[in-house]
């Protein structure tokens, strides 16, 4: 079953006009903002496919910069998200690109300050839900029909265990799982579909594992 | 959990209740939520929806494009006049659906129902009918899960995406969805609602998705309106004890198949049907600024 959820049929609530182009759009943007961890000084968004095509009449650029700001889909703030972003001060590059992706709906999106960057590549799949495809150079392939768990981490022995023990205490059960690295014993990257959303108290306790050096969850 | 319209019928009638009892009792078990929790999360997409529909019919909404807007508020007045030959309830819920999509057209907020594209015809066709049937909150809530157990159906069994299976799969659900809840908000039985369904849905059969300029817009907020009427009629046939010939499971299922065999210029790309007219392309030009002969 694709959907399991009423609330995927009556809903989201949402700023129109498009829950794929526009939805889909803010999330992939917000799940960037998320992956940074705090407010970016720059942003450089790449759109492929049909956002390429139609992104600007379908407010697929104020949506995903509204993401980027932190806003959810249904915030009203997306609608003059350019302006807001312009009056904080981050720098929005934004190109529409001729490259065929594997998706029509797909962006790249570069966000970062002085200190650090990151690169999230997401497509739009329908109905608002989204797949998150690259994550700095990391492929991933996250369904985005299940809550899930980003952890960037060592890439050393216990470090599955440790969030695996952490999980299953709080009787989290894990749907789909997937370890990947640029490098031996650099970074790494667990990918982690859970059944049900994950609530502060065991993202803190991830996030306090020496091993993690970060923590995102995705919501449902 | 029911897999399809049939067991969906057997459970509510076997345990003698409601379909959006049915509905409302599988998203506790599901998502393991109280029962008010759920109840609460719908209320809340209600008001999104009741928000929506009064904005369309009283202010002057307006897409960015200027392709859509003001034509809710438009019938609204017409209706007013008396003058109107297919009834009140009806042009009621017209007016209304196409309020919904010209808010989403605009940018404003709406609840996807189950898409943006259609999602003027779930709201519609309710805040009509609460004219006539006075409705209580609950039952208002309650009409929305039965709308979203069909839709659950569709989306699980077939598709809600434009991209993926044509309008057919957007208003062509919405319809179907809407039909189904009026029939239980009217008092009406699980199977008759199976019925509405079905027959609904049949009259949506094939229709492409063939948006202008790719936006959500043009022919969109019209499909909704025509959504709306469908679904009422469907809904009365159903009430009078008409059946559909095909079973509701079967009609879902041929309009998966159908959305299979749609050439993909007719699967929401902008390069065919009403997209491809020449005013179509007039318009998508004018609205991106790009010349014709680059098209």
Excluded: W
């Excluded at chain 1, 997401?122 to 899930?148: D, M, Q, V, W, Y």
């Amino acid at each position: 079953m694709k959907y399991k959820s009423v609330f995927d049929i009556i809903g989201p609530i949402m700023i129109g006009p498009s829950s794929s182009h526009t939805a889909g759009a803010a999330r992939i943007g917000r799940v960037a903002r998320s992956l940074f961890g705090r407010k970016p000084k720059y942003a450089t968004i790449s759109f492929y496919g049909s956002f390429a095509k139609t992104y600007r009449g379908h407010g697929t650029d104020v949506a995903i910069v509204g993401g980027i700001l932190d806003y959810d889909t249904f915030d009203t703030r997306i609608v003059d998200a350019l302006t807001i972003a312009k009056q904080e001060g981050i720098q929005i590059t934004m190109s529409a690109e001729d490259a065929v992706t594997d998706h029509p709906n797909t962006a790249r999106v570069i966000i970062g300050d002085e200190n650090d960057k990151i690169e999230v590549v997401g497509i739009s799949i329908g109905g608002g839900k989204i797949e998150i495809t690259e994550l700095n150079g990391f492929a991933l392939r996250l369904s985005g029909n299940h809550p899930a768990l980003l952890i960037v981490h060592n890439d050393k022995y216990g470090a599955i265990a440790g969030v695996a023990n952490i999980l299953a205490k709080h009787e989290i059960n894990i749907g789909h799982m997937e370890v990947s690295r640029k490098e031996k014993g650099k970074e790494a990257l667990m990918v982690i579909e859970i059944d049900q959303n994950a609530d502060e108290i065991i993202i803190n306790e991830l996030s306090s594992l020496p091993i993690v050096q970060q923590v995102v969850k995705i919501h449902d | 959990m029911f897999r399809n319209v049939a067991e969906l019928i057997e459970l509510a009638v076997s345990k003698k209740c409601k379909i959006s009892e049915i509905m409302i009792q599988q998203e506790m078990d599901v998502t393991g939520r109280s029962r008010e929790e759920v109840l609460g999360f719908m209320d809340r997409n209600l008001k999104v929806m009741e928000e929506a529909v009064l904005r369309g019919i009283t202010e002057d909404v307006r897409s960015h494009s200027g392709l859509t807007g003001g034509d809710g508020k438009l019938l609204q007045t017409y209706i007013k006049s008396g003058k109107s030959l297919s009834g009140e309830l009806m042009l009621d819920a017209v007016s209304k659906a196409m309020a919904t999509n010209e808010v989403n057209a605009a940018m404003g907020t709406i609840c996807a129902t189950p898409t943006a594209g259609s999602a003027g015809v779930v709201p519609g066709t309710l805040f009509a009918l609460k004219e006539k049937l006075n409705p209580t909150r609950e039952q208002m809530i309650e009409y929305l899960f039965a709308a979203g157990a069909f839709g659950f159906v569709v989306a699980n069994n077939a598709s809600i995406s434009g991209a993926a299976g044509g309008c057919q799969a957007e208003v062509g659900s919405a319809t179907g969805m809407a039909a189904a809840a009026i029939v239980e908000l009217a008092g009406g039985t699980p199977s008759q609602s199976a019925e509405a369904m079905a027959i609904a849905l049949k009259n949506m059969l094939g229709l492409v998705c063939d948006p202008v300029a790719g936006l959500v817009e043009v022919p969109c907020v019209k499909r909704n309106a025509m959504g709306a009427s469908n679904a009422i009629v469907a809904a009365d046939m159903a009430l009078a004890g008409i059946v559909s010939r095909i079973p509701c499971d079967e009609v879902i299922d041929a309009m998966y198949k159908i959305g299979l065999t749609m050439p993909s210029a007719l699967r929401e790309t902008a390069q065919g049907g009403l997209a491809a007219t020449p005013t179509g392309r007039e318009l998508e030009a004018k609205i991106f600024g790009i010349p014709l002969n680059e098209k």
